[in-house]
Structures are given as C-alpha cells and as structure tokens.
T-cell receptor, first 113, second 114 residues
Framework: GENVEQHPSTLSVQEGDSAVIKCTYS??????FPWYKQELGKGPQLIID?????GEKKDQRIAVTLNKTAKHFSLHITETQPEDSAVYFC????????????FGAGTQVVVTP | DTGVSQDPRHKITKRGQNVTFRCDPI?????LYWYRQTLGQGPEFLTY????????KSRLLSDRFSAERPKGSFSTLEIQRTEQGDSAMYLC????????????FGQGTRLTVV
C-alpha cells in the first residue's frame, strides 16, 4: 500500500521567516496530495491541495510543489505568523475517492514572535 | 450547514463497555469517511461509505468495530468491548458527489478507555 513520510517532525521559525515541510510517497499511482492544518483539539482543516497533473500551486502565503518523478511534494509557508503555529499533515490518495487518504506523521510548526 | 458535526466531542468509558459515536456530514455529501488518530500520529483510514453502502474497510477495523450509514445521511461508529488501545481521536470526514473532491473533517470524538 501507499506509504507517506514527512519531515521534519518539528519546525521552529521566527515570525516573518519561511517554513518548508517535505513529504515523500511510495506509490506512483497516487494522484492527489492535500495538506491539512490541525490545531489542538480540532479536526484537520484542508489548507491547499495539488493534483498529479500540476507541478505547483499557490494560495496567498502558501504554496505546494510536486515532483512526480522523485515522488515528493512540499509545503511552503512564507511570511509566517504566530497563527500559523499548528500541526501540518501531508497526505496522498491513490483512490478514485480523494477522501481515502494516507497521511504523514505530521510536523509541529511553532512560529515565535 | 456549517460543516461536519460529530457527537460526542469527548467520551470516557470503562474497559469492556460499548460506545457509539455519531457523525453528521455536510448536507448532500454522499461520501463519508471514518479515521482514527492516536497522539502524535496522522489520521489512519478506517472505512468509508458512498450513500448507505460501505465500500471499503481497513484492516484496522477489527470485528469489534462496526460502522453504519442506514439512510445515507448520518453515520455511527460502534466499538464493542472497548480496550485501552482503542483510546484515540475518531474523526469523520465527508466529500461531495463524484469522489474526486476534497474531504472536510469534523472536530472528532476523543475516546478515553480507562
């Protein structure tokens, strides 16, 4: 089955700096790659996603890149703010149902003022 | 409709008891998913429904677990004879018709087995 690895497990950045989280996946059939943000005591919230026919996608301060050849994808957050502090999860889907996801282990991001 | 709703938010139960959780998806979302999340880990897929049909079950879903979606709207997840290892956050998600669209998660039910 699909396996998703995520690095780093923790990331501390100064407010205003950039944060980058990297994920690799094992199954070349994966076709959908979402990123979720989870705050303490809450469910995961989708922040951005990318489909396998696209190499990059940007939404304001957040961008995701996908390298299908290398089977890795990354989340980039620019101009970080304290409210960006949370756990971020990458995920991949090889199903025709994009709600069936294989998640990475998560990255705890701490943005210090 | 403000999103996926799960009830209860927290449940503490004694080992050996049965528990049932409820999930109300976003209106008109025909796909519904259950996940389990343990502390410090990402969510793990358990099962999903398209309307009332349960299409797939993970090997994580032991025979003590059963999920239903009888009318294709809300869903229940029951755990029989709970064990301490069942302690986790149980998350529900839904997605619109077609499947090739993003899934939206609820706030989860935190289960503690003592």
């Amino acid at each position: 089955g699909e396996n998703v690895e995520q690095h780093p497990s923790t990331l501390s950045v100064q407010e205003g700096d950039s944060a980058v989280i990297k994920c690799t996946y094992s199954d070349s059939a994966s076709n959908y790659f979402p990123w979720y943000k989870q705050e303490l005591g809450k469910g995961p919230q989708l922040i951005i996603d990318i489909r396998s026919n696209v190499g990059e996608k940007k939404d304001q301060r957040i961008a995701v890149t996908l390298n299908k050849t290398a089977k890795h994808f990354s989340l980039h957050i620019t101009e970080t703010q304290p409210e960006d502090s949370a756990v971020y999860f990458c995920a991949a889907s090889i199903s025709d149902s994009w709600g069936k996801l294989q998640f990475g282990a998560g990255t705890q991001v701490v943005v210090t003022p | 409709d403000t999103g996926v709703s799960q009830d209860p938010r927290h449940k503490i139960t004694k080992r050996g008891q049965n528990v049932t959780f409820r999930c109300d998806p976003i209106s008109e979302h025909n796909r519904l998913y259950w996940y389990r999340q343990t502390l410090g880990q990402g969510p793990e897929f358990l099962t999903y429904f398209q309307n009332e049909a349960q299409l797939e079950k993970s090997r994580l879903l032991s025979d003590r677990f059963s999920a239903e979606r009888p009318k294709g709207s809300f869903s229940t997840l029951e755990i029989q004879r709970t064990e301490q290892g069942d302690s986790a956050m149980y998350l529900c998600a839904s997605s619109p018709t077609g499947g090739n669209t993003e899934a939206f998660f609820g706030q989860g039910t935190r289960l503690t087995v003592v």
